[in-house]
């Protein structure tokens, strides 16, 4: 697929495992984020947002953590599962545009 | 599906030849994004169109134009292509434009300059 090849860090977990990813973001005024996952031969999908009035945000399987102070953010998934395998980006709004960082690669071994 | 369609799904051309990619929004979306994927530059924002106008542009070549027209479709067209213009072109459509918005993002056109 299209994320072969792709000069990505990688993380490989197991299935069932809990999988942590992580992101820092460029400017200290950004307030919204975003995490977007790319399977192959797809286009990203949002995931879930959090704004920086927040520090958590919980969705289905997935939980975002935003930390001001260092910049940093991280998307947990919960049980992964074989169909979570994707690149997982991040994205900050700082104008009216999202500004995507480069991208983790997920791999989930059965 | 994310409802955004873009067309042709794959494209291989030679240097100095044009192109054009063919982006059609999720219904009742007025804004319309291009973003480049390269192996070593990630998802970079190329330009934004809301309702016909240009609203914002990123690290867009100046061989590089977009537009989006009435009935809301967009194209992006390449000129001069370089071998490093190789990339994974993707659209972006959202309701209305600002901070916020939720992108959906098509499938993409890989372009391949040889």
């Known amino acids: 697929g299209e994320s072969v090849g792709l000069h990505l860090p990688t993380l490989s977990v197991q299935e069932g495992d809990n999988s942590i990813i992580n992101c820092a973001y460029s400017?200290?005024?950004?307030?919204?984020f975003i995490w977007y996952k790319q399977e192959s031969g797809k286009g990203p999908q949002f995931i879930i947002d959090?704004?920086?009035?927040?520090d958590k945000r919980q969705g289905q399987r997935v939980t975002v953590l935003l930390n001001k102070t260092v910049k940093h953010l991280s998307l947990q998934i919960a049980a992964t599962q074989p169909g979570d395998s994707a690149v997982y980006f991040c994205a900050e709004w700082l104008s009216n545009i999202p500004t995507f960082g480069r991208g983790t690669s997920l791999i989930v071994h059965p | 599906d994310s409802g955004v369609t873009q067309t042709p799904k794959h494209l291989i051309t030679a240097t100095g030849q044009r192109v054009t990619l063919r982006c059609s929004p999720r219904s009742g979306d007025l804004s319309v994004y291009w973003y480049q994927q390269s192996l070593d530059q990630g998802l970079q924002f190329l330009i934004q169109?809301?309702?016909?106008?240009?609203?914002a542009k990123g690290n867009i070549l100046e061989r590089f134009s977009a537009q989006q027209f009435p009935d809301l479709h967009s194209e992006l067209n390449l000129s001069s292509l370089e071998l490093g213009d190789s990339a994974l072109y993707f659209c972006?459509?959202?309701?209305?434009?600002?901070?916020?918005?939720?992108?959906?993002f098509g499938s993409g056109t890989q372009l391949s300059v040889l």
């Open positions: 972006a459509s959202s309701t209305s434009t600002g901070k916020g918005e939720k992108l959906f």
């Open positions: 959090i704004r920086s009035n927040m």
């Open positions: 169109y809301y309702n016909g106008e240009e609203r």
């Open positions: 400017n200290s005024a950004s307030d919204y």
